[in-house]
């Protein structure tokens, strides 16, 4: 990491953008050991000293913003009480690394959001990920037997990583994809998902290739309300292209019926990750 007095003394400019990727840093360091753990015994990059005298360095840069001072006031008194932990670093970083976003004019995307469960370079470092990743590869991930999903043309990466991130999590047992999707291997589509292509089996396949004598639905405008459709105990469900929605040739397929989502504001439209979450939910509700 670049020495304090090297960086104090970039132009301007380079120096703030130079500062967020360090904050950046540190903020995915902070994510790689449990929240509650001591600063000094965070494995980051710098030590307590480097990084108090980048914050104040901050401080002195923007002494009009209160959230800055705030957020700085509130961890130093945590360091010196010697009560600062993991999450109390991550805040603070969190909180300058989004104000200097404000002040330099730079638009965060979200690619730019730093989570739980990741690092940098993407791959999941908390314990419970990495629990997981162990209980996969022992053949023992936590699923519902028989749940499957269908993507069908999903053309935005972003989109496609929601959906293995949500399938994921309600407990999929295995994913498709059309061989139009977009690959799950695109790095926005493996920053959405968060790993979960690593933990959810896939396979890009065609229609007529999903798995027989189970039911097949659709998640698609114009069908029986969530609320009250009758879901499946297995079942696959067919999830289609945001411009599109699902093609004539998988509405055909939906032998178990078509379910929708009630809307009632001026666009009545969802995003296609947002509708399969509140889908997923539904679902796997159903099954309790």
């Known amino acids: ?44 990059s710098c030590d307590a000293f480097y990084l108090q005298g980048l914050l104040k360095h901050i401080t002195e840069q923007y002494p009009d913003d209160k959230e800055i001072a705030a957020a700085v006031e509130s961890y130093t008194a945590e360091l010196q009480l010697g009560r600062a932990a993991g999450d109390d670093c991550r805040a603070v970083c969190n909180k300058i690394r989004h104000a200097l976003y404000r002040h330099s004019g730079i638009q965060p995307s979200e690619w730019d959001l730093i989570a739980p469960g990741t690092r940098y370079g993407m791959q999941p470092v908390v314990q419970d990920s990495r629990q997981k990743a162990a209980e996969y ?100 469900v067919l999830v289609g292209s945001e411009e599109l929605g699902l093609s004539a040739e998988a509405l055909k397929r939906a032998s178990a019926g078509v379910v929708s989502i009630p809307m009632k504001g001026v666009k009545a439209s969802l995003n296609v990750a947002v509708a399969f979450g509140i889908l997923m939910q539904c679902w796997t509700a159903s099954l309790q």
Not at 3 to 13: A, D, R, V
């Open 1 to 44: 990491m670049i020495e304090l007095f090297k960086l104090i003394s970039l132009p301007q400019t380079q120096k703030i953008r130079k500062i967020i990727k360090i904050i950046e840093t540190l903020e995915y360091e902070c994510l790689a050991a449990p929240g509650d753990t001591l600063v000094p015994d965070l494995p980051l």
């Open 137 to 236: 590869a022992a053949g023992t991930r936590p699923y519902y037997p028989g749940l499957y999903v269908y993507a069908e043309d999903i053309r935005a990466p972003f989109n496609l990583g929601s959906l293995f991130r949500t399938a994921e999590a309600f407990g999929v047992e295995k994913l498709f994809i059309s061989q139009d999707c977009v690959s799950p291997d695109q790095p926005r589509a493996q920053r959405s998902a968060m790993g979960c292509t690593g933990f959810l089996p896939w396979e890009r396949t065609h229609l007529e290739r999903l798995p027989a004598d189970i039911p097949v639905f659709a998640l698609e405008t114009g069908g029986t309300p969530i609320t009250s459709f009758p879901f499946p105990q297995q079942g696959v």
